[in-house]
């Protein structure tokens, strides 16, 4: 019974060992060039230390929301993927219809300009 | 290679529905890719596109397709929900242009917003899964919280829609966490499954999980359709929502909440009838009395008018608490009169009223008789029709509606529901006094009358009339309808 988790264990194990790994000999054999950027905890991200009241352009919402509707809307995609064959053409069809309806929202807000920046 | 059994699935009942999706998105796409300017074309598409919806769902009357695993449900009860949705649409679209073009925010996603909600609103009708009616309700609430805020340079408007999102998205949660206690309590959310096992229950009354699924899934409802202590939204978002809008929003959504409502009571939990006929009795009263006490102080006619649609709520709520035949045919055929008058009184504000929503209170009425008999006396049969006066389709929906409660024994609600009616004659007459006994405080250019406004109140106005004087050919519509359920 618990044998058939045997697969799962393997793949923790590698998978945390990969990450020692990777820290372990990058800090003893990698080259170290310290400065105050590389030292901050998010490298390009914001200030993180300061203020909280900080604004910052109405934009990021927009980009944030458009990139949820399209992100959701492709995970969809996925189990499709897994089960192409086997849905058959009724799935072609509906998953056709819906990528239809999803690029219709794209062409929308491309138009409206909702994906340039300036 | 075994194949996933696909479910045989029988698009006819959702065809209109279809129909409407594709029309909202060519539109949205036509809207794009048009240079901007008049938006014009596009009310007049829409205006085609739902005539033709509603041909589509005409024939479907008499129909009894059960689809999608009986998810979905085409009868005559979602025929004739459909219907009202269709009529308030067609009529909001006709007088939307001229509005818009005025507050200088015709933008074309206008339409496109007005057809997905009808969509919402139809789902929500023929709907007989509850998660089907959630959709369907969601499609309708999502729109309709831009529609509200769609006059974006205004401030007004802006809280409209904030503050409708907000409490909308509230009441949601209730209605939300109603259906899956109900669903707790049955393990289905197929509207007849669940009809068949609170009928095997051999004590449905004492299953409390049960009678809190119903009780938060009223809530959610009573919120829909205004209705007190529910209504605390509706005066703010009426008043500030873009005019058209508002006689959208009082005509469509409350129908729809109306037809979900109905459609979970008497055909999911008849069994527990005594238990929400008590509970709508309370609910009917106080939203009769507060709507028209409330409607007495308004000034502002857009304001007065809003308390007003919470008092028509409750008249409505008097024919669930009946439950019987007459009352509910009654509810159907007030709703549809109720779409007629009420946005043909929104379409004379429109008129009355002045770029940037000035304009708008009930003094500013004074004179129309003389100035504009033809609008006055347009103004007048609807604001009759609404208080209730023969010979308009006001009076017969009134009528039906408190005589199925005194059908059923409830004497005192009729009563209470007559007296509330009287009461609203005070302010309803108060506009007429304006129009007919009082000169214009100071001289203004009256808004022209354009020809798809006086299309819709044309029809606003045979609507109002027509259904008073013979109302046998609607009401036996309303009476198959409700026969099915």
Known sequence: ?118 | MDMISIPVVNMTPILPEIFLSVLAMVLLLLNVFSPSGKKSYLAYISFIGIAATAVLVGAGWGGHIESFSGAVILDNFATFFKMIFLLAAGLTVLISDQYMEREECNHGELYPLILFTVVGMMLMASGTDLMTIFLGLEVMSVSLYVLAGFNRNNKKSNEAGLKYFLLGAFSTGFLLYGMALTYGATGTTRVYKIASVVGQMTLPSANIMLLAGMLLMMTGFAFKIAAAPFHMWTPDVYEGAPTPMTAFMSAGPKAAGFAALLRILLVALPTLQIEWSQLLWVLAVLTMTVGNITALRQDNIKRMLAYSSIAHAGYALVGLVAGNGTGTAGILFYMLSYAFMNIGAFAIIILVSKKGETNGNVMDFAGLGFKRPLLAVAMTIFLFSLAGMPPTAGFIGKFYLFSGAVQKGYIWLAVIGVLNSAASVYYYLRVMVYMYMKEPTEEFEWTQVTAPVALALIISVAGSMIPGIVPSFILEFAQQAVKLI
């Open chain 1, 1 to 118: 019974m618990l044998g058939a988790y045997l697969p799962i264990l393997l793949l923790v194990i590698v998978a945390v060992g990969f990450g020692l790994c990777s820290l372990v000999f990058s800090s003893l054999i990698g080259p170290k060039k310290i400065s105050a950027l590389k030292l901050s905890p998010y490298e390009s991200g914001c200030e993180p230390v300061g203020t909280a009241r900080e604004r910052f352009s109405i934009k990021f919402y927009l980009i944030a929301m458009l990139f949820i509707l399209f992100d959701i809307e492709a995970v969809f995609l996925y189990p499709w993927a897994i089960l192409y064959k086997k849905l058959g053409v009724f799935g072609l069809v509906e998953m056709g219809l819906f990528i239809v309806i999803l690029f219709v929202g794209y062409i929308y807000v491309w138009k409206k300009g909702a994906l340039e920046w300036e």
